[in-house]
């Protein structure tokens, strides 16, 4: 029991002997750190009195290191309840073949396997962290001008808008000739600066993008393809720019992110795991039925820079090769959407502690964010990219009616709700994803940005206003991409209203019925075909 010491209060001593485990029964994690809190307050007191006895405080010590142990213990129990989101989800509110997708989809049906412990955090100093400001300042060179890729004046043109939201990537796409993955990795490499830093030799990170496209263009898929890849690459790229939290990150982090980007999807067969599982596929076999595809897209990846002309890491020390691919491994495999339940209560429960957050998964969260973005886009993007997705599940649909295996949710091209399953996808994956991810960028950044106002004299201080110029515009511009520039407000506020937006046309739709949907994704995939074609 708690050993009482001289000098203590009444009411200390009152609240130290109600400190029991009894509170760490099924009571509230807030609860538990409270009183945590309490017994370290009374310790610091007890030392500054200087009259504490060194087996009392021993006693004491110990104590408090057995009420956090078993705060830990708690919450690691609630974490790995298997309970999630989708039991709030109503019978009579969402059709069963939605919520049979969202089930298959975004959680594990076949046995929850044990996190593995959680590494502890690194600590970094704050000064760490505005460091890596400076290198805003070098975001904006004329890429164009370099030794390397060169830029054709329609992709010049395209690319000053990569800095927006609603950026279309499928104008990029057509501007370079189906090359829009190549020049979205070389255009972020330039303006992060990443070539110089990490020395990648550009003949090498040209002819590594090349072999990148050449592999999402394996299977011919009308979603997960080169251009997805590009769009979630950039969409990666707003996030970090526009939340500030590429001031956070470090110059290897910031590689890691846009490096995993492009590769997250590396010669997807445009059929999902549980298909390679059932199918009992090579790759399905090779990892055991676990993250099948995204095991690969990052084994396949590294196996590419195997070959000395394509090694874009060749440069990089041992440390921070090393640090590279464990983050990358790390985000890339956060993608498998099997895991969406887990990651979310994960890093929701980091918030309330007092340690901070995980930089590693918050990375991952952003990448998870950035993959299933395309609901918070313009409607015309998204529409598109949504007809681009349901004809890809109906492909795998009419390789299980030739498998004669059952169709999985959506998969049925005669019968699948698409409106309903893309309003149930925003209500439950996509919001509480975003808006997760605003939380827990608010929660780094705002510390941060009150830190750099304190020292806007200074000389490293990314509070002050940037140089930039812009890398593929001939012309220039000084945006404002400091940290007291950033505007989390009106980053949530746009998001928030695109996905209502998004959400009352599909509800629209949904009312008009579903068979024009069905017609719209068809024409929509051959008339690209035909285009990509004519570009091959």
Wanted: glycine share 4%; charged share 25%; with cysteine.
């Amino acid at each position: 029991m708690w050993s009482i010491t001289m000098g203590s209060t009444a009411t200390e001593i009152e609240e130290l002997e109600s400190t029991t485990f009894k509170y760490l029964i099924g009571e509230q994690t807030e609860k538990m750190w409270q009183r945590l809190k309490g017994i370290l307050r009374c310790l610091v007191k007890q030392l500054e009195k200087g009259d504490v006895n060194v087996v009392d405080l021993k006693k004491n010590i110990e104590y408090a290191a057995s009420v956090l142990e078993a705060v830990y213990i708690d919450e690691t129990r609630r974490l790995l309840d298997t309970e999630d989101e989708l039991c709030d989800l109503q019978s009579d509110s969402v059709p069963s073949e939605v919520r049979d997708w969202l089930a298959s989809t975004f959680t594990r049906k076949m046995g929850m396997v044990k996190k593995k412990s959680e590494e502890k955090p690194k600590f970094r100093s704050i000064v760490h962290a505005v460091q890596a400001g400076i290198f805003v300042e070098r975001m904006y060179r004329k890429s164009f001008h370099m030794v390397g890729l060169a830029y054709p004046e329609a992709v010049i043109v395209t690319l000053k808008d990569v800095d927006k939201w609603s950026f279309d990537v499928f104008s990029l796409n057509e501007a370079s000739g189906e090359h829009s993955l190549k020049f979205m990795i070389y255009e972020l490499f330039t303006r992060y600066d990443l070539i110089n830093r990490f020395k990648i030799p550009v003949s090498c990170l040209i002819a590594f993008a090349e072999a990148l496209e050449v592999g999402y263009s394996k299977h011919k898929n009308p979603y997960h393809n080169l251009i997805h890849a590009a769009d979630v690459t950039q969409t990666v790229h707003y996030i970090m720019l526009h939340t500030g939290i590429m001031h956070w990150l470090t110059e290897l982090e910031i590689l890691a992110m846009v490096f995993a980007a492009a590769i997250h999807d590396y010669e997807h067969t445009g059929t999902t795991n549980n298909f390679h599982i059932q199918t009992r596929s090579d790759v399905a076999i090779l990892y055991n039925d676990r993250s099948v595809l995204e095991n690969h897209h990052v084994s396949a990846a590294y196996r590419l820079m195997q070959e000395e002309e394509m090694n874009v890491l060749a440069n990089l020390t041992k440390d921070d090769w090393r640090d590279l691919r464990n983050l990358v491994i790390e985000m890339v495999l956060s993608t498998d959407m099997s895991g969406h339940f887990q990651q979310i209560k994960n890093i929701r429960n980091s918030l309330q502690q007092p340690d901070g957050i995980d930089r590693a998964k918050t990375m991952s969260l952003i990448l998870h964010a950035a993959d299933i973005s395309h609901p918070a886009k313009s409607w015309q993007l998204h529409h598109r990219w949504t007809m681009a997705l349901m004809e890809e599940f109906f492909r795998q649909g009419d390789k299980e009616a030739e498998l004669g295996l059952p169709f999985s949710p959506l998969c049925d091209r005669k019968s699948t709700m698409v409106a309903q399953s893309q309003i149930g996808f925003i209500d439950f994956i996509v919001e509480p994803t975003f808006s997760l991810l605003t939380d827990s960028t608010e929660k780094i950044i705002v510390p941060l940005i009150e830190e750099a106002s304190k020292t806007e004299t200074s000389s490293y201080g990314p509070s002050r206003r940037s140089n930039m110029k812009g890398s593929v515009n001939e012309g220039t511009y000084s945006p404002d991409y400091s940290l007291g520039s950033v505007d989390l407000k009106s980053f949530k506020n746009n998001l928030v209203d695109i996905i209502q937006q998004n959400k009352e046309r599909w509800k629209e739709l949904a009312a008009q019925g579903e068979s024009d949907l069905h017609r719209n994704s068809e024409e929509l995939v051959n008339t690209e075909e035909k285009h990509a074609e004519t570009h091959s």
